[in-house]
């Protein structure tokens, strides 16, 4: 595997007359929390999707563990987790039933899968309620089960595609808590959000994109010192005028 | 093909047919009701053969040689099947017929007797025979009425004049075309059970419609091509969980038929056919609902669209088209459902071998026709159903 987990070159995506993203390089190194910032219709989930194989590039290229998406889709997917930012679960499934079925689509062996999936729900605080079917789950819950779907089968590289948007503090500080536990572990992660505090509680690096353009990269201390704001909020409104939630 | 991801999703369909309300109807309960309910109407509850026809009987015969004719309404009545009822005119009778009252006339000519007579005294020498005419006349607004009576007449007339078997082709009294329908021991119920089992399955194409447009709508499909599995895992494990679908139905209909009394010929061998060609017939119910599924905006389309593949095949393809014209009945071969019911019908009504030419081109056609379907289906999905 090279050096940076995660390449992309100069990526377009244009969807009929609409640019989502243009003109985007960046390289994220491994073991790295890169944060992904913007506001809505950024550009974010659909850099998400060329990375992870959804969508094809209209021109650049991407590469994730060193193998190019387009190529070798296949690698890539044994390579990566990811947590879409709308809870996709079986509401008929019970939340374990959720987390074994994605861990038996990366083919794990079962006493992995089962070590995994009970640690996993109980760091996540869903231990008690993974017998229950997750259609009577709370959004909180859902949205907490989604990661775990997300990170059961021990993914080299994480896209975290607004993983704490509607949740309640409670469950967005427990999130927060999981996906530093990733950090210790190496892992290189991507994570979108347009939560300011949150890039600048557990990232590395950010990488501010608005309408599908990088704007500004950094460190988040690094950022606020260099444009000489009080946080990554006001970064934003100063580089574009805008508040990002507007 | 890694099958520990084919075992998962077809574990996870499985599931949800046994969890989710309404695809646990469509798939278990609606086969109950509809058995059910088919047998309590047409006559296998209770498994009672008793007589289900009222037919009337005007006596012209001449005193000379009358014992012919009470012979013959001796053994109609002996039959248990017909209930027979005396009219003195064709005109009285005819009025019943017309009012529902009787299912069907039967004239009786003056020289039945005098026939009979003439064919006993020269069995052999048929220009010695007085030629005649038993007219019957039958309800053409029951479907059963017009195809059960006349063969059970037919094969009262032929024991009660020439012996239970006769040689010769030839006869003096006639009535019409016979069938080689043994009608005699049927009810309508038996007509109808071999339409049953395609009718369960054919809503396999809205299961699968509904599912894969309400997983696209959730962006289930969107994760499960995140992960490492590959089209044909996914198709395979769909094709599968439809398939044990169909077999449980088939189960359902065949235990839910057998406990109201319908006692199919052809014994074991003949159900487990049943299973095969269902299972075949599952296979063209994912086509059509991948089909559906690809041009479906939203579950809800997805339910109304899969009528356009289900109505045909119900009116065309089951026991609904016992009752449809001639036309309508052969348009029914260009539904696949036709197939499977027509196999079906020769295996369980007139007991013909599953090497029969029209069970294996039944089967045949079947099988080109559902693989082409789920194939198409396969395509059109992959190219417009998954956005």
Known sequence: MEKAAIVIDNLTKRFEDVTAVDGLSLEVENGELYGLLGPNGAGKTTVINVLCGLLEPTSGSVSVGGYDVQKEPVKVKELIGVCPQDAAVYPYLTGRENVELFGNLHAMPKDKLKRNTEELLGKMGLLEDAKRRVGKYSGGMKRRINLIMALVHDPKIAFLDEPTVAMDPQSRHAVWDFIRELKKENKTVILTTHYMEEAEELCDRVGIIDRGKLIALGAPKQLIDKFEEKNLEDVFIQLTGRRIRE | ?387
């Open chain 2, 1 to 387: 093909m890694n099958l520990q991801r084919v075992f998962s999703l077809v574990k996870k369909d499985l599931k949800k047919m046994i969890r989710e309300p309404a695809i646990l109807f469509l798939i278990i309960l609606f086969p109950v009701i509809m058995t059910l309910a088919f047998g309590a109407s047409f006559g296998a509850i209770g498994g009672t053969q008793s007589a289900t026809y009222e037919i009337g009987i005007v006596n012209m015969n001449s005193e000379a040689y009358k014992e012919w004719s009470e012979h013959f309404i001796g053994n109609l009545t002996d039959t248990e099947i017909l209930k027979i009822k005396d009219y003195v005119d064709n005109e009285t009778a005819q009025a019943d017929l017309i009012q529902g009252n009787i299912q069907a006339v039967l004239l009786i000519p003056e020289n039945f007797g005098e026939s009979s007579n003439s064919f006993w005294k020269a069995p052999s020498e048929s220009r010695l025979w007085v030629n005649t005419t038993v007219h019957l006349y039958v309800d053409s607004g029951s479907m059963f009425a017009t195809q059960a009576i006349q063969p059970i007449i037919q094969q009262i007339l032929a024991v009660t004049v020439y012996g239970a078997q006769p040689s010769s082709t030839a006869r003096p009294i006639q009535i019409g075309s016979p069938s080689l329908v043994e009608a005699s021991r049927l009810t309508q119920f038996d007509y109808f059970a071999p339409g049953l089992f395609a009718f369960a399955a054919i809503f396999l194409t809205m299961i699968v419609a509904q599912s894969f447009t309400e997983d696209r709508e959730k962006g289930l499909l969107r994760r499960i091509n995140i992960t490492p599995t590959t089209p044909t895992e996914f198709m395979t494990s769909q094709t599968i969980s439809n398939m044990l679908a169909a077999i449980s139905q088939v189960a359902v209909v065949f235990t839910m038929a057998f406990l109201v009394g319908y006692r199919p010929l052809g014994g074991a061998i003949s159900l487990i056919f049943a299973f095969v060609i269902v299972t075949i017939f599952s296979l063209c119910c994912v086509g059509f609902g991948l089909i559906t599924a690809a041009i479906s905006k939203s579950p809800g389309a997805a339910t109304g669209i899969a009528f356009i593949f289900i109505m045909p095949q119900m009116f065309l393809g089951t026991f609904v088209s016992v009752g449809l014209s001639s036309v309508a009945q052969s348009a029914g071969r260009f539904v696949p459902a036709y197939y499977v019911t027509d196999a079906l019908t020769s295996l369980f009504l007139r007991g013909a071998p599953i090497s029969s030419p029209t069970i294996l081109l039944d089967i045949t056609v079947l099988t080109i026709v559902s693989v082409m379907v789920l194939l198409l289906g396969i395509v059109l999905f992959r190219k417009y159903g998954k956005a």
